[in-house]
């Protein structure tokens, strides 16, 4: 080969090798990854599309263990945990648990005490937090006190992220909200990362980012709210979340008859209405997860003015 020629041939080489090399990138960046892990007594994934950043799903894993130890009542040393075992104490929070119970709160003024964040002894009384138990319907004296201590407004706020139970008898279980606040702090944080497709599936509570193509957004399956693994409908979503609350996700059984943990507070005993489950699409996940339940408390004819106020759309099963 004649040197006037080298020249030539080596631009086009360098020029192959670069085409070459962003092939290969965008192929790496053009895969789709996954993490799963058990949190909030469910399996969750979360999956991105078109990215190669693994570290941020990892981050995502380590983000759950977080705030599980911060919201749940169960793990010794959380927030809500030495806020129940205080004996009526002022408890220093996180200034996420407070902002969290402060949301909740909200929830339990609009519905007039229908959502009640106090009732962990009547989900526990009922077996709902331990399904190894025998299944049995609760004592009714054990109920008659049980109730005497639900009533969201025993959470006093102090200021400068410290709360006090007025009543020490009083018990917190945000299992209405937390999934869905934490399912949009992951959601905030993947998108800093510069993902831009992914998946966050926190047992019924999703969060999509962004769309399939650009076009079409992802499908997301709706559960037989009657119970089963039957989809029966099917949403097409775009940055947004949905999720779904039944009567068919915990609940006992006794003589024949299901009894399940949403729970009217008035009774203490599962609200019993025509609604077998609501799924809820909001562009928050927070909002979302507490009117999925609420708006199942409610019914569709007295959930329509809540809709409204959060700007969420409701199917009712």
């Known amino acids: 080969m004649k040197k006037k020629q080298i020249i030539p041939f080596i631009i086009t080489l360098l020029f192959m090798i670069a085409l070459l090399t962003f092939a290969i990138l965008q192929m790496k960046q053009a895969r789709t990854i996954s993490v799963n892990g058990y949190y909030f007594n469910t399996y969750i994934t979360i ?21 599980e130890n911060l919201f749940s009542r169960t793990i010794e040393g959380s927030d809500i945990y030495r806020i ?25 003024e609009e519905t ?10 009547i989900m526990d ?70 993902i831009k497709k992914a998946i966050i599936s926190l047992g019924g509570n999703i969060y999509v980012i962004g769309s399939k193509t650009d076009d079409k957004g ?19 979503v775009k940055d947004s979340s ?8 915990r609940y006992i059984e006794v003589n024949g008859k299901k009894y399940h943990h949403i729970l009217d ?29 609420t708006c199942l408390i409610l019914g569709e004819d007295r959930s329509k003015e809540i809709l409204q106020k959060y700007n969420a759309k409701a199917i009712f099963y």
């Open 125 to 194: 009384l009922w077996g709902f937090t331990d399904l190894s138990k025998p299944n049995t319907l609760p004592d009714s004296s054990k109920m008659d006190e049980c109730l005497s201590h639900v009533d969201y407004r025993n959470l006093e706020f102090l200021g400068d992220c410290k709360v006090k139970l007025k009543d020490p008898a009083s018990h917190i279980d945000l299992g209405f909200i937390a999934k869905g606040y934490i399912a949009d702090k992951l959601k905030d944080y993947l998108i800093e990362r510069g």
């Open 47 to 67: 999956t991105a599309y078109e990215s190669n950043d693994d570290l941020a799903l990892n981050d995502c894993l380590k983000m759950c263990e977080h705030y």
């Open 242 to 249: 949905v999720v779904t609350s039944g009567t068919y996700e």
């Open 265 to 293: 507070t008035s009774s203490g005993y599962p609200v019993d209405n025509d609604i077998n489950g609501v799924t809820i699409i909001c562009d928050s996940s927070m909002y979302a997860d507490a009117l999925s339940t």
């Open 218 to 236: 992802f499908n997301i399956g709706i559960k037989d709210p009657a119970g089963g693994s039957e989809i029966i409908d099917k949403l097409e």
């Open 84 to 108: 129940n075992n205080s004996n009526g104490n002022e408890v220093l929070v996180d200034e996420e648990t407070y902002y969290l119970l402060q949301e909740s709160i909200k929830f339990c």
């Open 112 to 121: 007039n005490g229908a959502i009640d964040i106090t009732v962990a002894d």
